[in-house]
Nanobody, 124 residues
Framework: QVQLVESGGGSVQVGDSLTLSCEGSGRSFRDYAMGWFRQAPGKEREFVAAVNWSGRSTNYADSVKGRFTISRDNAKNKVYLQMNSLKPEDTAAYYC?????????????????WGQGTQVTVSS
């Protein structure tokens, strides 16, 4: 199995940028497809972005396309979420997730392992 720890959250202003990191430990990180999800208070957890094992295939929610970029560095056991042009509606707890797979996955219940989350707050 893999353990996941997110970092990089914080409080920012509208239009600012932030990069989240998720470090995995345990089994070979490259065996896992990775995803980022978010959950705002009172709302369901929603898909944000996902990347396959190699980093060559990605998928994004429409709400973040063109603003967020997911990437991974298997040598460092890390996946990143670069977030630009942040909006108040991006405010949420952000979670990384892992699934032993070679393809991209966009549904939360497909993932087997989750981090504890990191809070992102965007103020206007």
């Amino acid at each position: 199995q893999v353990q996941l720890v997110e970092s990089g959250g914080g409080s920012v202003q509208v239009g600012d940028s932030l990069t989240l990191s998720c470090e995995g430990s345990g089994r070979s990180f490259r065996d896992y497809a990775m995803g980022w999800f978010r959950q705002a208070p009172g709302k369901e957890r929603e898909f944000v972005a996902a990347v396959n094992w190699s980093g060559r295939s990605t998928n994004y929610a429409d709400s973040v396309k063109g603003r967020f970029t997911i990437s991974r560095d298997n040598a460092k056991n890390k996946v990143y979420l670069q977030m630009n042009s942040l909006k108040p509606e991006d405010t949420a707890a952000y979670y990384c997730a892992a699934k032993m797979s070679i393809v991209v996955h966009t549904t939360a219940n497909e993932y087997d392992y989750w981090g504890q989350g990191t809070q992102v707050t965007v103020s206007s």
